[in-house]
């Protein structure tokens, strides 16, 4: 099993920075994918970026030039920088690793999540 530690969130002013962190610790393939995702109110969860061990980076179109994902492999800990803040930003931010040891076969974790609030 996977456990995380999330952190970070909180209620911010519009315009304003924030920056989660998540560690996992477990049983992590140490070729994987973590990120973070969210979830607005009464919305479904939705993609905000992730990265791979590679390097590899995906990020929502909503967020790109806005915030940044970075990770230190050694710990399994990811990042997420979040500048220009704005109201449509709330949501609880959700902490994800996944990999596909082989062929049709994939593990997946989720964090709990940690609140993120921007006010305008």
């Known amino acids: 099993q996977v456990q995380f530690v999330e952190s970070g969130g909180g209620l911010v002013q519009s315009g304003g920075s924030l920056r989660l962190s998540c560690a996992a610790s477990?049983?992590?393939?140490?070729?994987?994918?973590m990120g973070w995702y969210r979830r607005p109110p009464g919305k479904q969860r939705e993609l905000v970026a992730t990265?791979?061990?590679?390097?590899?980076?995906n990020y929502a179109d909503s967020v790109k030039g806005r915030f940044t994902i970075s990770r230190d492999n050694a710990k399994n800990t990811v990042y997420l920088q979040m500048n220009s803040l704005k109201p449509d930003d709330t949501a609880v931010y959700i902490c994800?690793?996944?990999?596909?040891?082989?062929?049709?076969?994939?593990?997946?974790?989720w964090g709990q999540g940690t609140q993120v609030t921007v006010s305008s």
């Open positions: 994800n690793v996944n990999w596909s040891p082989g062929f049709n076969v994939k593990y997946e974790y």
């Open positions: 477990g049983s992590i393939f140490s070729r994987n994918v």
């Open positions: 990265m791979s061990t590679s390097g590899n980076i």
